[in-house]
């Protein structure tokens, strides 16, 4: 993405010498540098305006204008050729290449790349001539692929359209701007990473990934980036929507619905099952290129992200948790599997977040709750455990009893003093990472979030299959 920024920046926006223009299946004009512009003689508001209103009345450019007609309507091949154009009372010759813009593989418009040959032609020496215009040909030609790859790759991408047609689209800084921030995390997927194939786990995490930008995107929200497995998310810029909130928990619907069928092609392959928690937050932040002038990015920073990544470190497989901000901006009917008060570092005193599970109109994305409570054991298994902090658990040693055992659920009994959400590490055939979900007179309920490649041998040992 940054380096695609920059090459814009560089071949289109300052140093191009050709002009560009880039027109959609519709006739409409999506976009013209300010050569193109110059050259064509073209006024400054013809973006997204139809190709014939701003050409069809100048007669004595008809060659011009049926080479980029015949380029919309033949969409079998490109064109190229030199053709003449009147600019008020000066003729020139433009060498023009036309190509296919593309958006996920199929053809949505042209881009039309044309270059002044008038000098050229000019030239009295035939050999001289033609060396140049074999140079300018390849230029036309690398500069074509390019704009072809950068404008099909980014072309429904809100970033590259602001970097496009906003002059000040490049430059460095940001400004607070109102959204939402949406985190996403595949449990356990660090141990996983250490047990498979590196060629296996990327096909994997790739397949996964591509369902998780589909459902973004297709509720108008923004990748900021790829953290490894995780996904960082904004709903309401760089383009204003009123219902970015709204869109972000229905593009979190969407994604954990997505999770059945990508676990279904995960098994057709041998891989394992993949379990995603998100987190959603709303609030005021920066937005905006944050870098240097050799390294940029889009990109959001303030409290308000810090604290989507604490929402989302509460949720555990398969859940949708939202903050209060996030609730109260959306419109919407929303189905809330239940409420929870957390205590996260940074914020003082109670947060309340919310378990979502669907949203009314006009999305109407639904999905199911599944919880398996653990069955009592007829013999408590001694366990070790740890308490975890961040990314470090701590050295002093705890223990316990296991009293009732599920698939993803247990419930320990110990002397140690736990806190809900808590995260854990225990000795179960490995390195078994839990999260305390509610303390009882039974003692502490516990989801698994990583499950260590020894522990079906470990269950096995002490309650059999």
Known sequence: MEGSSKL??????RNMAEGVMSIGF????????????????????????????????????????QMVLDAVYDRTRSHEGIVPYIRGNITLQL???????????????????????????????????????????????????????????????????????????LRLGGKKKELTVMMSDLRGFTA?????????????????????TDAIQSKEGTIIEFMGDGIFAIFGAPLDNESHAADAVAAALDMQSRMEAINKWNIERDFPLLEMGIGINTGEVIVGNIGSEKRTKYGVVGSNVNLTGRVESYTINGQILI????????????????????HPKGVKGDMKLYQVVGIGEPYNLFIDVKSTLPDKLDKTIPVTFYIVEGKHGEKKSHYGGITALGQDMAVIETEAELNVYDNMQ????????????????SGYLIHFTSVPSGYKQWKEYFVGK
């Open 26 to 65: 519709n006739g409409v004009i999506n976009y013209v540098n300010p050569i193109a512009v110059t050259t064509l003689g073209l006024p400054e508001d013809c973006v997204g305006k139809k190709f014939a209103e701003c050409f069809f009345d100048s007669i004595d450019n008809d060659e011009f204008t």
């Open 95 to 169: 060498r023009v290449v036309t190509s296919f813009l593309q958006e996920k593989g199929e053809k949505v418009g042209i881009i039309v790349v044309f270059s002044d040959l008038s000098e050229l032609m000019d030239l009295r020496d035939a050999v001289k001539s033609m060396e140049k215009i074999r140079a300018l040909n390849s230029q036309l030609e690398l500069r074509n692929n390019l704009l072809s790859e950068t404008f099909g790759r980014f072309l429904s991408d809100d970033i590259v359209r602001q970097l496009l047609d906003t002059p000040d689209g």
């Open 323 to 342: 903050s209060g901000s996030t609730k109260e901006s959306i419109l919407s009917d929303m189905s809330i599997a239940k409420e929870i008060v957390v």
């Open 426 to 441: 225990l000795e179960a055939g490995g390195e078994l990472y839990c999260k305390v979900m509610e303390k009882n007179d």
């Open 192 to 212: 996983m990473s250490e047990r498979m194939d590196p060629e296996d786990l990327i096909t994997m995490l790739n397949h996964y990934l591509g369902e998780m």
């Open 8 to 13: 814009i920046q560089e071949n289109i926006m």
